[in-house]
């Protein structure tokens, strides 16, 4: 015999509904922003956006709502960084506002709350699907956009100059790089796993254009990332064409040529790199950010205080004399900021964090949930591992707003995927 249902239960059932769809809505609003207003104030809507999600999650009984505990302690060891070092300045204010004390973290806890919430919106394969397609529109548009004003200026590009018309808004030629990073995969997914010769043939043909205007946009960083990703999703779909005992056969000597390779060019350009003629002077960078982590190897320098940080330690003047590079915002390494800023630990937790995401992809995949969703936004998270060695997305400077909040729904898509294989039968997308 079948319970009849409570008052309560409805009410909660009938409010979920409500912010379910609320939250479409406004996730679909925030794409929209995102993409193509070019407005501030993006994470206060993605605040309101992961709100209305987690309220639609906890109000119906049958939604998933687990969170990886990596990402909460990765927001955790931020949040408290901050509160150590702005303790004395706050406490030493009249009347004191506790929650200052966590304000240069603040984008953490954001970044939790979208997360999460987006997750429980995107909980379907319809609806994941939907955001793929969405995602790769959006992005075609800008990278034509790219294309175009690279044309019209005779694809003349000068090192260092002003970013084109088209990239300001998304700090830049490398955070525009990072878009058509994202774009590749999701894109090539369809190449990879469809079964018609048309959409094959469609996905390959706007990968190859993604790849064409990363070239034209002229960051180097972004072409060698998209390069790996298109290398590494080639090799996936090898391998998973074959027996598993011939997979150690092929996966052997793909890693040995790859090691060599990396081998030859590192020992080839030593010169180069350790004077800081090549990666724009990043090696320089990268050394002194190393040497401030050693300084300050548990909590760091604080969210948002490298600069201050790495100029006060005196490290900086290993680079900011260099004609490459003498900028002072950013490590231009994500691993490396994080490090200097929440402290080893801080650095671990988020590793674990986008490494459990991969999994979650993966996982997903082999259990043949959403498949093509599944493999593209795995080999996206691929690509902003890689391209996060030679920049930083996640920073919480205004700049890199937009970089931000798309990489947080690449995320959300992990979450959800992995909550999706944790349900019952598969399904395929």
Request: aromatic share 10%; hydrophobic share 55%; charged share 10%.
């Amino acid at each position: 015999m079948t319970r009849e249902p409570s008052a309560v239960s409805l009410v909660a059932e009938g409010f979920s509904r409500i912010a379910d769809a609320a939250g479409v809505v406004l996730l679909c609003w925030l794409g929209w922003r995102m993409f193509f207003v070019f407005d501030s104030a993006l994470q206060g809507r993605a605040l309101l956006v992961g709100v209305v999600g987690m309220l639609a999650c906890w109000t119906n009984l049958r939604a998933k709502k687990n969170a990886p505990l990596a990402m909460i302690a990765y927001v955790t060891i931020g949040l408290l960084s901050a509160a150590t070092h702005r303790w004395s300045a706050v406490a030493s204010t009249p009347g004191p506002a506790w929650l200052l004390l966590f304000t240069p973290a603040s984008h953490l806890a954001v970044m939790a709350v979208f997360i999460y919430g987006t997750a429980h919106l995107l909980r379907t394969p319809a609806r994941l699907s939907r955001l793929v397609v969405l995602l790769v529109a959006a992005i075609a548009v800008l990278a034509t956009q790219i294309a175009f004003d690279r044309a019209s200026s005779a694809f003349v590009y000068e090192r260092g100059g002003p970013s084109l018309p088209s990239v300001p808004h998304w700090s830049g030629i490398h955070g525009a790089s990072l878009f058509l990073t994202l774009g590749l995969p999701l894109t090539a997914a369809i190449a990879l796993s469809g079964r018609s010769w048309a959409r094959v043939l469609a996905a390959g043909f706007a990968a190859i254009s993604f790849l064409v205007v990363a070239f034209v946009n002229g960051s180097r960083g972004g072409l060698v990332t998209m390069g790996s990703v298109i290398s590494a999703m080639l090799a996936f779909a090898t391998l998973s064409s074959l027996r598993l005992r011939s997979r150690a056969l092929f996966f052997a000597p793909v890693i040995a040529v790859l090691c060599l390779g990396v081998a030859i060019f590192v020992w080839s350009q030593r010169a180069a790199v350790q004077g800081g003629e090549n990666l724009s002077g990043r090696t320089l960078i990268w050394s002194g950010t190393a040497r401030l982590i050693l300084d300050h190897p548990w909590l760091g320098v604080g969210p948002g205080n490298y600069s201050q940080a790495i100029a006060d330690s005196g490290y900086a003047q290993l680079f900011i004399a260099n004609p490459n590079y003498g900028a002072l915002y950013n490590a231009h390494n994500m691993y490396l900021h994080v490090g200097a800023e929440s402290g080893l630990i801080g650095a671990v937790c988020l590793i674990a964090f986008l490494a459990w995401s991969l999994w979650a992809c993966w996982r997903s995949w082999m259990k043949g949930n959403a498949r093509i969703v599944s493999l593209g936004v795995m080999f996206a998270l691929l690509g902003f591992l890689v391209h996060s060695g030679s920049e930083n997305f996640l920073d919480a400077r205004a700049e890199v707003e937009r970089t931000r909040v798309l990489v947080w729904m690449i995320l959300a898509a992990a979450l959800a995927l992995h909550r999706l294989s944790s349900t019952g039968p598969t399904q395929r997308v």
